[in-house]
């Protein structure tokens, strides 16, 4: 990824940053928002994700708003909330000044991210059903949120009801059936019987949904710990 | 800090000189008391004899003794008056002129144009050190003062700054006329100062290396044995810190956590070396920490340093910091009860801090987990009092009519984080059934919680969703107290049995006992 500005031919022999470098090596620097900008157009069309880049505008725009442009914004919540469950959205958020925040469309995804929160998948799906503009513009806007949808399942079911499930990925009929398919040769999903309520999925096991895999780290110690009694 | 006598100077005013700020005293900047001149003499000698232990107690002592005997509301004499006691040298100036500003903005309420020559003095003093000619040994104390303090002022003059409603039009246009690139304290300035303090000392490789045993600097307290300078690599360590603060200071904060991944906290480090950057490091840390729904890591954190300050304030008694350390003290149990109340992992919490915290806040945390409106104002109360002192980094807004900002910042934060207290209202329900329950039905704790079964599945996920974070590397850590599954429509809960830390307690008497054993064996050879 270059800088965004036409190298002329002599420097094309240097080492070009890429926006990460950048960002690591020199964010307090207003020069790089044009770049920084790009990353996140880059992000959209590749479906690659950098949050500490995109904080890092998010702060070049906290310190010198008349260059905010609200579409990048907007934009980088869309990738935030693709993010979940991690926190992104939120710390987004804390860097965008309310007057901002309360436009439309970002009063639209503050929504979309409180359905989110608190597990509302239903009024979620209903919600981006009539904000397509918004949601559509960012491929793998689905797929994220259902894999965050299953990812909450994982943790709370051993065993969950199909139309549970179905309501949460919101994908219903033969769609689903395929989509369980895949799940069951892949990621070690079964399928059970219910009694006389429909199917039933059994999730993987881990330590969330298993208290019996929890690890006991309460009482280990570091080797380093150990190694300081000895002469 | 709190006059109102912001009187401004007129643009023609020489540098460095200070008008008389109206409280009738007469001050004149060009009057030298002799024990002013025997301290900067001595100060000066000291230092350029890199005789740190001296340095110290000059800096901590002398210099608040003479402030508080001949300086209690006047500035100290100006530089001008006192360079040709310590030979005209240019850094001791700098020097002085920092401790100079540093009582200004504590005793008095700097103006306008003083704002703006104590950044031109940072700004020079900074370039002194970054081109790495400075010889010096200096306390860790002082060297920490200056960063703190410079983020310090950085903050007021964002929060002076805001505040356009009552500024004259002389302080109007002097502002306008600091307003191009490299105006004073703009928040580029700031940062890049505090960073290439990072870079050039190359500090966090030194910590690195420190680590396989390849570089001293923790086991010397970051002082140079060798003859070299300890100054640019503590200013650079302190730099760690501010980062982290400055970035709280802005909302930021994971960037401010990533800044501070140098510094191992549950170490000792150079950064407990000064209590002053300990309790500012663990402030921020927790606050941050908070702020990102890690709610355990902030629990730990804060109990420790609570601990440490209850064990250790007596020694603090007569020192400068002492009323800061007691406010950060206060300000820490009041994000204590708030984490507590929010993810209450009471086992986490030492019985010393948990008494103390009952004391302050048992009531309140009762009224905060019943998530009624009350509940919220306590929530509100409880932040506004405890948060850092947000700042709205971009330039003045000069559009008529001129309004106060200042507030903007830490509005906007509190509005969040208690936003994020309401998702979480219907929680402390669950819990309660929880403790009650090991195994219960969706539509029985659907019909005891007056809601329906879909209702009650979110609920319940976002229970699971709120009580495990997730870091940067997108690993998943519990953080609840109680914990539960859900097999089609039966929720099972989990026992949670409390464990012996055996490991630590065998690990300390280990070595006591030997400790013992060797203090045995020395009084039989005498």
């Known amino acids: 990824m270059g800088r965004g500005r036409e190298t002329p031919k002599s420097q094309q022999q240097q080492v070009s940053?890429?926006?990460?470098?950048?960002?690591?090596?020199?964010?307090?620097?207003?020069?790089?928002?044009?770049?920084?900008?790009?990353?996140?157009?880059?992000?959209?069309?590749?479906?690659?994700?950098?949050?500490d880049a995109n904080l890092c505008l998010l702060r070049l725009y906290q310190f010198e708003p008349d260059r905010m442009s609200t579409q990048i914004v907007a934009r980088i919540l869309v990738k935030a909330l693709m993010a979940m469950p991690a926190p992104d959205f939120s710390l987004c958020l804390f860097l965008i000044p309310e007057r901002v925040q309360m436009e439309e469309q970002f009063k639209t995804l503050i929504v979309l991210s409180h359905y989110l929160e608190t597990g509302r998948f239903r009024q979620f799906w209903d919600e981006a059903a009539k904000s397509r503009h918004i949601v559509e513009a960012v491929p793998g806007f689905e797929q994220a949120i259902q894999a965050f949808a299953i990812h909450v399942l994982t943790l709370t079911y051993q065993k969950v009801p199909r139309t549970v499930l179905a309501e949460a990925i919101n994908i219903e009929g033969l769609s689903l059936d395929k989509f369980l398919e895949h799940h069951v040769a892949n990621s070690g999903w079964i399928l059970e019987k219910g009694h006389g309520k429909g199917q039933l999925i059994i999730l993987p096991r881990n330590e969330f949904n298993h208290p019996e895999l929890k690890k006991n780290a309460a009482d280990s110690i570091p080797l380093e710990h150990v190694t300081r009694i000895f002469p | 800090m709190a006059g109102n006598y912001e009187y401004e100077d007129g643009p023609t005013t020489e540098g460095g000189a200070v008008n008389d700020n109206g409280n009738g005293t007469g001050y004149d900047p060009n009057f030298v008391p002799d024990s002013v001149k025997s301290f900067v003499a001595h100060l000066y000698r000291h230092i350029r004899e890199k005789n740190v232990y001296e340095i110290h107690q000059m800096y901590e002592s002398s210099f608040q003794t003479l402030s508080e005997r001949l300086f209690k509301d006047t500035p100290w004499p100006s530089v001008e008056a006192v360079s040709h006691y310590v030979d005209n040298d240019h850094v001791f100036c700098l020097l002085y002129r920092e401790m100079w500003f540093r009582h200004l903005y504590a005793r008095l309420s700097p103006t306008l144009r003083q704002r703006i020559d104590s950044w031109d003095n940072y700004c020079s003093l900074f370039q002194v050190v970054l081109h790495g000619v400075v010889n010096m040994q200096l306390p860790n104390q002082w060297l920490w003062d200056m960063v703190d303090e410079f983020v310090y002022q950085f903050q007021s003059f964002c929060q002076y700054r805001a505040k356009m409603k009552s500024k004259s039009e002389l302080e109007i246009s002097l502002l306008k006329q600091f307003d191009q690139a490299n105006y004073a304290w703009n928040v580029y300035g700031v940062l890049n100062f505090l960073q290439a303090l990072v870079e050039k000392s190359a500090i966090i490789q030194i910590l690195e290396q420190e680590k396989e045993g390849l570089e001293q600097f923790t086991a010397t307290d970051g002082y140079d044995y060798s003859g070299g300078s300890n100054v640019l690599k503590v200013l650079g360590y302190f730099s760690i810190v501010g980062l982290l603060r400055v970035h709280c200071l802005l909302g930021d904060y994971q960037t401010g956590l990533k800044c501070l991944l140098p510094i191992d906290i549950t170490q000792q480090g150079v950064y407990t070396s000064v209590i002053g950057s300990h309790i500012t490091t663990i402030y921020h840390y927790g606050f941050a920490n908070l702020m990102m729904r890690r709610y355990v890591d902030a629990i730990r954190e804060f109990n420790k340093m609570l601990l440490y300050i209850y064990k250790t304030k007596q020694y603090h008694q007569k020192s400068p910091q002492y009323e800061q350390i007691l406010k950060k003290n206060e300000q820490m149990y009041a994000l204590l009860a708030i984490s507590l109340s929010l993810c209450?992992?009471?086992?986490?919490?030492?019985?010393t801090v948990n008494s103390q915290l009952r004391e302050k806040y048992g009531e309140k945390m009762i009224r905060m987990q019943r998530y009624d409106d009350e509940a919220f104002a306590i929530y509100d109360e409880l932040f506004s009092y405890a948060c850092p002192k947000f700042i709205t980094p971009s330039a003045s807004s000069f559009d008529e009519p001129?309004?106060?900002?200042?507030?903007?910042?830490?509005?906007?934060?509190?509005?969040?984080?208690?936003?994020?207290?309401k998702q979480q209202q219907l929680l402390s329900g669950v819990r309660t059934f929880m403790k009650v329950y090991s195994t219960i039905s969706l539509s029985k704790l659907a019909n005891y919680m007056e809601v329906d079964e879909p209702t009650l599945r979110t609920i319940l996920m976002t229970y699971k969703h709120k009580t495990h974070s997730v870091d940067f590397e997108g690993k998943v850590t519990s953080n609840a107290d109680v914990d539960f599954y859900i097999d089609d429509d039966m929720i099972h809960v989990s026992e949670s049995k409390p464990v012996k830390q055996y490991g630590d307690y065998f690990l300390r008497q280990i070595v006591k006992l030997e400790g013992v054993i060797n203090d045995m064996d020395r009084v039989k050879l005498e």
């Open chain 2, 402 to 421: 001129l309004v106060n900002y200042n507030q903007d910042a830490y509005r906007l934060q509190l509005k969040l984080f208690l936003y994020e207290v």
């Open chain 1, 17 to 51: 940053y890429t926006v990460e470098q950048l960002v690591a090596v020199n964010p307090y620097n207003p020069d790089i928002l044009p770049d920084l900008e790009n990353y996140v157009n880059e992000q959209v069309s590749l479906q690659t994700y950098s949050l």
């Open chain 2, 344 to 351: 209450p992992q009471v086992k986490l919490v030492e019985e």
